[in-house]
């Protein structure tokens, strides 16, 4: 598989952004609140740092060691925003909590309490979303809707995190209206939260291939890797 070119990757940037734009404006909704995360897992950092040129500045990362190797020499990357979107193990949370900015996947209260002792007191408090397994999902990741409002509950007194809002990773429908379904779902799990008091200002949802579905449901960052990168070489072992 041959990388994507600088070229590219600044030309799938620009798309991405029309395409964004024309979502938001379907529904009436002020493009600038719907942001890009790059998801850059499996790219080698001259990729990022192509997308770092062409005026991105949020990367989200899967594997923490992968992650960390891109960050070893900041240089062009320097004062990116790191998010970390892959599936997190109690034992990965001190890396984690000293080396990104945000974390997408917070699914149980070990995690965010681990999280949250594990945070540099230098740093500002770490973003979080909490990862909501929505009906039907097929994916054991993310907590069930039912036992949502409790984690958020915990999750918001929690001082050095500062919990953001919901993320979900619905398998991915070719039907457009079937595609928006669990979006809408999310969507109105956090009003319903914002309800009982929370101020959460986040919805993570929409990947390449049903992104402005997402957009059109209330998304506020969708998270891309493909349509940005192109195709991902296949994961070693
Ligand atoms: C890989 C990944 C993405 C991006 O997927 P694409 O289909 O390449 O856009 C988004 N979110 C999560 C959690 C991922 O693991």
Known sequence: MTPATPEIIAQNLARVHARMLVAANRTGRDPASVRLLAVSKAQPVEALVAARTAGQNEFGENYLQEALAKRRDPGPLSGVIW?????LQANKTRRVAENFDWVHTVDRQIIAQRLNDQRPGE???????IEVNLS???SKSGIASGQLPALVDYVARLPRLKLRGLMALPAVATDPAEQRRPFSEL???LATLNQRGHALD????????????????????VRLGTAIFGARAAKRS
């Open 83 to 87: 998010h970390f979107i892959g599936t």
């Open 123 to 129: 740093f500002p408090p770490l973003n979080v979303c």
């Open 136 to 138: 039907g999902e097929a």
């Open 187 to 189: 969507r109105q799990l």
């Open 202 to 221: 986040t919805l993570s949802m929409g990947m390449s291939a049903d992104f402005e579905a997402a957009i059109m449901e209330g998304a506020t960052l």
